[in-house]
């Protein structure tokens, strides 16, 4: 993730809340939790703020993972990151702990 953020950099590609928006929602398509948890550290990393389309596709990514501790913990630090809770994402966490049989 960090050498493809590189590249986009050279390349002049703008990292914003949109290019790690599609990032993160390609790890949710290919169900790898664990290459949108590295995307989601180096948007803090390059002081990109996250917002609620970021945070569906990381708890998303983490659910079709079926690491529903991950989501639960990114669905936790949404305040932190001051990204309001709202229905989406709610469902998408629910359905975390479904998918990991804690529902």
């Known amino acids: 993730a960090l050498q493809l953020s590189n590249a986009m950099v050279s390349f002049k590609v ?11 929602s390609a790890c949710d398509f290919g169900s790898k939790w664990e290459k949108a948890l590295q995307w989601c550290s180096v948007m803090d990393r390059s002081g990109v703020r996250s917002n609620a389309v970021t945070v569906n596709a990381a708890v998303g990514t983490c659910r079709q993972g079926g690491k529903w501790e991950k ?28 998918r990991g049989g804690e529902w």
């Not at 703008?14 to 993160?24: P, Y």
């Not at 998408?92 to 702990?97: F, K, P, S």
């Open 14 to 24: 703008e990292l914003n809340t949109i290019t790690f928006g599609a990032a993160l």
């Open 71 to 98: 989501a639960l913990q990114l669905f936790g630090a949404l305040s932190l990151i001051k990204v309001e809770s709202n229905i989406i994402i709610s469902n998408i966490a629910i359905g975390a702990l479904e």
